[in-house]
């Protein structure tokens, strides 16, 4: 049983390892995942939000619908906790 | 070899973090215990995190925390600053990753108050009977 | 897992006058470090999240020390599910009044007609009402976890 798991495990490691050929280098600035839209956050969020860390504007401000539904999986997690394990006492 | 040899000094971040998303994997299909299963799922999800942070990087480039009048005065060049993104997308990936953990530890003690056992053969022999 | 319970249970850890003292004096610096992070968002890598965390962590360490009855006294249940749902409610609250006064939900400079300071100054305010919201939803949740998964969710006993 746990051949065919380390088997599996190899099998699995190889095909992904196989998969980041076409990655770009590390570090490499002209990567397309540090062009088109980076670039507008960079350049334009300081002026535009006046907060100096870029990560909080665009968190807070650009994407701060996904930071209300982050938000929102936290309270329905606490609130599964409660339902799961919570016994009236009788 | 010699090209297999230049990838993988070029790209090694990746492939540490794929050796450490194996090692979490195994621990998902090969014990037996459930606790262990859930800390293998845990360790598949930070290296699939680190994966990503650590895509984003650039040589020779800062922190994404600039100085607030340098920026308003000259603007900013953005070949000297760490790419944002995927520290955004992280931060949501971890709070993710932490309500998972305790909405399954709450689920397994369930499984232990129901059929005393944590072994994952042992609590399919009592499903069966 | 029979074995360890056994075990725990003939160690017998209890209760600890330097373990007590030396908590009741840390856990206000505790919290008020957890307010500074929540605070310094957007000048330092940190922000709503890891703040709440740092103030939930200072729930469970007084529950760790002294017995959960002695943390429901100071940090009541009542007290957590309001707390919660206020966080809640302040993030889709400010988003709500921004769309009531004409902009889109969750666009911050429109708040410019309520009071005037200028579009990027409201942005960065609406940044950080948006991270205090959060801040609180996280603390409550992670004292919430922490009782539930500790006590088995009978509220009574355990750590």
């Keep these: 049983m746990k051949a065919l798991a380390l088997l599996a495990t190899v099998v699995t490691g190889s095909i992904l390892l196989y998969g980041t050929q076409d990655f770009p280098a590390w570090g490499d600035p002209t990567s397309p995942a540090s062009t088109h839209l980076s670039e507008y956050y960079i350049e334009n969020a300081v002026e535009e939000t006046h907060a100096p860390n870029l990560v909080t504007a665009v968190l807070g401000d650009y994407r701060s619908y996904d930071t209300m539904f982050e938000m929102i999986v936290i309270y329905c997690a606490g609130m599964a906790v409660m339902g799961v394990l919570r016994r009236s006492k009788e | ?129 | 897992m029979k074995t360890l319970q056994e075990r725990a249970r003939q160690r017998s850890v209890g209760e600890n006058l330097i373990i007590q003292t030396s908590v009741r004096m840390m856990i206000p610096f505790i919290q008020l470090f957890g307010l500074y992070v929540i605070v310094h968002g957007h000048y330092s890598p940190v922000g709503g999240f890891q703040g709440g965390v740092l103030l939930g962590s200072s729930i469970v360490l007084m529950a760790l020390a002294y017995d959960l009855k002695t943390t429901t006294d100071y940090f009541s249940e009542r007290a957590n599910i309001i707390t919660s749902n206020a966080g809640a409610l302040i993030f889709t609250g400010v988003g709500l009044l921004c769309a009531f006064l004409g902009g889109l939900f969750l666009d911050y400079a429109v708040l410019d007609r309520l009071i005037p300071l200028g579009p990027a100054e409201w942005r960065s305010m609406g940044i950080f009402l948006v991270e205090v919201g959060v801040g609180l939803a996280v603390m409550s949740i992670m004292a919430s976890l922490f009782w539930d998964l500790g006590s088995g969710g009978s509220m009574d006993e355990g750590l």
């Design chain 2, 1 to 129: 070899m010699q090209g297999m040899l230049t990838e993988i000094v070029a790209k090694y971040n990746y492939w540490i973090y794929v050796v450490l998303m194996m090692v979490g994997f195994y621990a998902m299909i090969g014990k037996r215990n459930l606790v262990k299963k859930l800390l293998g799922m845990n360790i598949f999800q930070t290296a699939i995190i680190l994966l990503f942070v650590s895509s984003g990087v650039k040589r020779e480039g800062g922190i994404p925390i600039l100085d607030k009048y340098e920026a308003l005065k000259h603007g900013v060049d953005p070949a000297t600053v760490v790419n944002p993104l995927p520290h955004v997308l992280m931060l949501t990936a971890i709070v993710v990753a932490v309500s998972i953990t305790g909405v399954a530890l709450a689920i397994l003690l369930r499984i232990y108050r129901e059929y005393g056992t944590l072994e994952e053969d042992e609590i399919l022999e009592k499903i069966g009977q």
